[in-house]
């Protein structure tokens, strides 16, 4: 095994790379290609990949993070909705072993694949991922929210009538809109509703900005970042900004404008998402992990990804999990709760309304 920066990653390597992801047979989510790893390597320094070797051909490769006193996490963690090794089917290393060999205490994943068994038995928690099908076309995927939730799709669509009919306007959708201003637009809105909600404001650290502005650039068969807006004549009032792979759409980070909320312009911009996502190819819109109510409404199925962390014993790694493991032990008794989370859910939305109101 050797450790390279991802820039460091050989042409062969990248293309071996890509190979094991088609040949794994897991949904192609552009946060595990290596073009992603090499976007969050310019903006997080300490961004790494273990490579393993076989003579001189490559066979498996771990993208991570390495911080402080050893203290390593999944490349991206904190954003990236996909997490893991790609590995030559048949080669498992021990988990202890790679942590080792790259230095670290412990590796922390918070979106881990499924059908990692390097490091799935150090999964603390596990979490749906709703999805969207749209392999047969977008027409079959409508057809299906008709008997699924037809009091959703009949609403929503009435709500997209009634924005039509709001102003000389029309409303229109661009699925991959290119223009940097809508994309700040949409970060400015985000911003503004994390702390609305009470939440960490993501776009407030500068290195997920970065990261947002450096994939919307890109252009990769694995990895492209795709801006969707949805506009009243010439004025966003919904977007959302993923990832795309040729065949899965990692749905990311979706705002809309305040002043059309009665219009539900996001539920509206997502059925246009799923639309323009069956017409370019795309055969998965990939919801993320999180419980939302939209989710249900628009998903037909759901993967599952992984919470946890694998711990080499040693000092390092029991300061790290006394630091971190009471908190996650904590969020894990509310959510498993119902009733106790929908009372904190009720008093952040408090909060944001008595900021809203000062």
């Known amino acids: 095994m050797r450790i390279v920066r991802p820039g460091e990653l050989t042409d062969r390597e990248i293309e071996v790379w890509r190979e094991l992801r088609i040949k794994s047979g897991a949904p192609a989510n552009p946060f595990m290609e290596p073009e ?9 320094p300490g961004s790494r990949v273990a490579v393993w070797c076989e003579g001189d051909e490559p066979v498996g490769f771990f993208p991570y993070e390495r911080g402080p006193f050893g203290i390593g996490r999944a490349i991206g963690f904190g954003v990236s909705d996909s997490q893991g090794a790609v590995l030559r089917p048949g080669l498992r290393p021990a988990a202890r072993a790679v942590l080792r060999a790259c230095g670290l205490a412990v590796w922390g994943f918070d979106n881990l694949e499924d059908g990692q068994p390097v490091f799935e038995g150090a999964a603390a928690e596990s979490f749906a991922s709703p999805v969207i099908d749209v392999g047969e076309g977008y027409a079959a995927y409508e057809a299906q929210l008709r008997l699924r939730s037809p009091k959703f799709l009949r609403t929503t669509l009435a709500k997209e009538r009634k924005l039509s009919r709001r102003s000389d306007e029309e409303v229109r959708f661009v699925f991959d809109e290119r223009d940097p201003a809508a994309l700040r637009t949409l970060m ?45 004549g010439d004025r966003p009032i919904a977007a959302h900004f993923g990832l795309r792979s040729r065949s899965v759409l990692a749905c990311w980070f979706p705002s809309y404008d305040p002043e059309f909320a009665k219009f539900s312009p996001g539920l509206v911009l997502h059925l246009r998402m799923a639309q323009g996502a069956a017409a370019a190819g795309i055969t998965l819109l990939d919801l993320g992990r999180g419980a939302a109510e939209y989710k249900d409404s628009l998903k037909t199925g759901e993967l599952r990804v992984h919470e946890g962390t694998v711990v080499r014993p040693g000092v390092r790694a029991a300061l790290h999990w006394v630091r971190r493991e009471p908190p996650r032990r904590v969020v894990g008794f509310v959510r498993e709760r119902p009733a106790l989370a929908a009372r904190g859910r009720a008093a952040l939305n408090g909060l944001a309304r008595l900021r809203g109101n000062r």
Not at 36 to 44: G, L, Q, S
């Open 36 to 44: 992603f790893t090499r976007a969050v390597a310019e903006v997080r």
């Open 188 to 232: 400015e809105w985000k911003s503004a509703q994390y702390r609305r909600t009470g939440r960490g404001d993501r776009f407030a650290k500068e290195w997920i900005s970065a990261l947002v502005r450096r994939l919307h650039q890109q252009r990769a068969p694995g990895c492209s970042g795709v801006l969707s807006v949805l506009y009243l």
